[in-house]
């Protein structure tokens, strides 16, 4: 019985993590976009930052039901410890010195992340504020070391791997972003198509029912936290190097709220909430901001309301309906090609 349960199981998350002819799609066109939009690629590159950067409140947001205000608390740790490694050349390699800033988010993470297990969803609000609070203050208090309200300035990026150097244009940065978008992206696809993503959809759903069948409610919601400030530094640490600077705007509360609109214009619970709502949050403020650049906020927030309206369960309904009419022409090739094979 044990071993039927097993196979049922290894098929399920087999099954999740197949790729789909539009994740295909999704990723063909984004690297199509180095060699079609090679004028776009500085709008691009913060387009894909900003993806990066609500992936990482997704994974505690949509997969485990974390709420947080101070998400920005990681994303400007990330750029401060990437924008110094450059400024005193510490650790020259760019790709190096982005692992090291994710590692000191995820270390603040794990740090924090015992205080924000603690209460239900508004203490968890007013934590994660607080936290952000503390480190935006801590920033502008060491100016000596930050640059203050100045902002870290005279960061000088070294070219990756020593060849590839940071241009003016933004075609290095942007390749160089995508390339680190599309791995982090990988490795939180198969995270949560695992039995660890598994029972953090168990604890969101119901967390003193998975405490009762034996699941470590506390150390995973400490684990996908920690994994999450280490995600988010890592894409504040990508905005500093791609724009050589670092500021106290990375810390504040603007951001933490930029992270929250694009996923609720994405979608929480799906990795591609983050990037499709960064991409759509991004476009609409560029073409807006050139349309009327005093009020393009309006449209943002009627945006917002429209989806509130709607509701977001009917457009994700409309989604995966328009979804399987489109993939049904897959299926009845893969049907016909495996009946082939049979007969």
Same mark, same amino acid.
């Given at each position: 019985?044990?071993?039927?349960?097993?196979?049922?199981?290894?098929?399920?998350?087999?099954?999740?993590?197949?790729?789909?002819?539009?994740?295909?799609?999704?990723?063909?066109?984004?690297?199509?976009?180095?060699?079609?939009?090679?004028?776009? @690629?500085? %709008?691009?590159? #913060?387009?894909? +930052?900003?993806? $990066?950067? *609500?992936?990482?409140?997704?994974?505690? /947001? =949509?997969? &485990?039901?974390?709420?947080?205000?101070?998400?920005?608390?990681?994303?400007?740790?990330?750029?401060?410890?990437?924008?110094?490694?450059?400024? @005193?050349? %510490?650790?020259? #390699?760019?790709? +190096?010195?982005? $692992?090291? *800033?994710?590692?000191?988010?995820?270390? /603040? =993470?794990? &740090?924090?992340?015992?205080?924000?297990?603690?209460?239900?969803?508004?203490?968890?609000?007013?934590?994660?504020?607080?936290?952000?609070?503390?480190?935006?203050?801590?920033?502008?208090?060491?100016?000596?070391?930050?640059?203050?309200?100045?902002?870290?300035?005279?960061?000088?990026? &070294?070219?990756?791997?020593?060849?590839?150097?940071?241009?003016?244009?933004?075609?290095?940065?942007?390749?160089?972003?995508?390339?680190?978008?599309?791995?982090?992206?990988?490795?939180?696809?198969?995270?949560?198509?695992?039995?660890?993503?598994?029972?953090?959809?168990?604890?969101?759903?119901?967390?003193?029912?998975?405490?009762?069948?034996?699941?470590?409610?506390?150390?995973?919601?400490?684990?996908?936290?920690?994994?999450?400030?280490?995600?988010?530094?890592?894409?504040?640490?990508?905005?500093?190097?791609?724009?050589?600077?670092?500021?106290?705007?990375?810390?504040?509360?603007?951001?933490?709220?930029?992270?929250?609109?694009?996923?609720?214009?994405?979608?929480?619970?799906?990795?591609?909430?983050?990037?499709?709502?960064?991409?759509?949050?991004?476009?609409?403020?560029?073409?807006?901001?050139?349309?009327?650049?005093?009020?393009?906020?309006?449209?943002?927030?009627?945006?917002?309301?429209?989806?509130?309206?709607?509701?977001?369960?009917?457009?994700?309904?409309?989604?995966?309906?328009?979804?399987?009419?489109?993939?049904?022409?897959?299926?009845?090739?893969?049907?016909?090609?495996?009946?082939?094979?049979?007969?």
């Amino acid at each position: 019985m044990s071993s039927k349960v097993d196979t049922a199981v290894t098929r399920f998350l087999a099954s999740r993590s197949r790729f789909g002819p539009f994740e295909i799609a999704f990723w063909l066109a984004a690297f199509a976009t180095i060699y079609f939009l090679p004028g776009r @690629h500085l %709008i691009l590159t #913060e387009t894909a +930052i900003w993806g $990066l950067f *609500a992936l990482s409140l997704d994974l505690i /947001l =949509g997969y &485990a039901g974390i709420i947080s205000l101070g998400h920005a608390a990681f994303f400007g740790v990330g750029a401060y410890a990437a924008g110094l490694l450059a400024k @005193h050349e %510490i650790i020259p #390699e760019p790709t +190096i010195a982005l $692992l090291a *800033a994710g590692l000191v988010a995820a270390g /603040l =993470g794990f &740090a924090t992340s015992f205080l924000v297990l603690r209460g239900s969803d508004l203490t968890r609000l007013m934590v994660t504020l607080g936290v952000s609070l503390v480190c935006f203050e801590l920033a502008n208090k060491f100016a000596e070391l930050t640059g203050g309200a100045d902002g870290l300035q005279g960061v000088t990026m &070294a070219p990756v791997f020593g060849a590839y150097r940071f241009d003016m244009f933004g075609h290095t940065a942007y390749v160089y972003t995508l390339i680190w978008l599309f791995v982090l992206f990988m490795l939180a696809r198969r995270i949560v198509n695992s039995p660890f993503g598994l029972s953090l959809k168990a604890i969101r759903g119901n967390a003193l029912r998975s405490s009762a069948i034996g699941i470590a409610v506390n150390w995973r919601l400490v684990a996908v936290y920690t994994l999450s400030a280490g995600y988010a530094g890592i894409a504040g640490g990508l905005l500093a190097q791609t724009q050589a600077f670092a500021s106290l705007s990375m810390l504040s509360i603007d951001r933490s709220a930029d992270a929250l609109l694009i996923l609720i214009i994405g979608g929480t619970g799906y990795l591609y909430g983050g990037l499709v709502g960064a991409l759509i949050y991004r476009l609409l403020q560029d073409y807006l901001s050139d349309l009327t650049a005093r009020y393009w906020q309006f449209w943002i927030g009627l945006l917002l309301v429209a989806i509130v309206i709607v509701g977001r369960d009917r457009i994700g309904a409309w989604i995966s309906f328009v979804e399987r009419q489109l993939a049904r022409p897959f299926r009845r090739s893969a049907a016909a090609s495996s009946a082939d094979q049979g007969a």
